[in-house]
């Protein structure tokens, strides 16, 4: 099958199941997408223990999909880019020093506590898997995915300056998780360097790297917007950042996601403000937010069509479901700790710990780690666990995220 023929499928698929979801189900389009993604799947699974489909053709086809390159190194860099173009950045300055400590320190703290949770339920369910491979799956489920996190705030009546936290931590703290993830896994397999001068080189090139050529590009890029006054042109440009940026970052080996998320605040702030007219501002917003609802539409049905290559053993399944509640409850002692060091120096109001650990939903970042683990005895385990955890927090955070943050913010108020 060629490319042109797997971007039709999928296409179709999406499109289809888009419109079942508005016309029938009426749930929030991206976690409607995954719940019929996932039903369809497991039906072919079905079916295919039956003897009425070949689950062969259909395995090869899900495969072909290549789920974690499409993400990592093709998707990703433009839903970012989407994403923080129409970030405020004055609130996102406000917040500052709290989310790069979220985006540090919290990410560490969750990787080590999912690490030894996990550690002790996989040994008590039967499976001896190392401690360093713990590691592994905390560094990949650690960080929170803006593209999930992104597609349920807008709608379920956050504040916007909280808003803004979640979101802008969920944005920077997936660079810092891709450097854990890294060095992890070469430890695990045990060819990885585990001096300290080795992991801050890579944090370096990868974070601060990335950082600085985001930046580079936001600058030229509104250069040449203030020499324009032509909005195609203009949105060409951004598309040459999120392409040919990305592409060069991962050249680079320098971090294009948080090139990108850099770039596009950048762009959609002091460039807006600048380089561009009103004309130009309202169709770049809505060609951007167009690509943003396709890509997160087209990402939620790939979720659920990799459900036909994910080993549901019934061990595994138990695994995990315990682990998501392990993965909560180490999220809200992640949260919980910098908050508590940081009162006094950081306003936050009243609830805030516990709407950022409801809020911060685990996507496809996880899964697309998981999925290019190098072969191994414990990457079946791992993968299983992350995609059961993945569904959980996008079905069962997304959809009652909305009522938990206004119970919150009820109580909090004062009668």
Known sequence: ????????VLTTITAVFAWANYRYVRLPTT??????????????????????V?????????????????????????LLFAGALHMNLAKLRHHALLISVLATVGVVTCTALVAGGSWAVFHALGFPIPFTWCLVFGSLIAPTDPIAVGAILGKVGVPKSLSALISGESLFNDGVAVVLFIVLVGVAVGGGDTTAGHIAELFAVEVVGGVLFGGAM???????MSRVDQYQVEILLTLAVVTGGYALAQRLHISGALAM??????IGSSARESAMSEATQQRLDEFWELVDEFLNAVLFVLIGIEVVIVDF????????LIAFPLVLAARWLSVGAPLLALRGRVQTQPGTLTILTWAGLRGGISVALALSLPPSDY???????TYVVVCLSIVGQG?????????????????
């Open 313 to 320: 053993t019934g061990a595994y399944l138990i695994a995990g």
């Open 218 to 224: 936001g600058w030229i890029v509104q250069q040449m």
């Open 54 to 78: 070949n689950l062969t053709e259909v395995t090869a086809f899900v495969e072909s999909l290549d789920f974690d390159d499409a993400l990592l190194n093709g998707m990703l860099g433009a």
């Open 399 to 415: 959809l009652t995220v909305g009522g938990v943050v206004q119970r919150v913010l009820r109580s909090s108020t004062p009668a």
């Open 379 to 385: 990457r079946a385990l791992i993968l299983t666990v």
């Open 261 to 266: 998320v850099v770039a596009g605040l950048m």
């Open 31 to 52: 976690i409607g997408l995954l719940i019929l993604a996932l039903l369809g799947s497991l039906g072919l699974v079905l079916a295919g223990k039956a003897g009425l």
């Open 1 to 8: 099958m060629t490319v042109f023929e797997l971007l039709a």
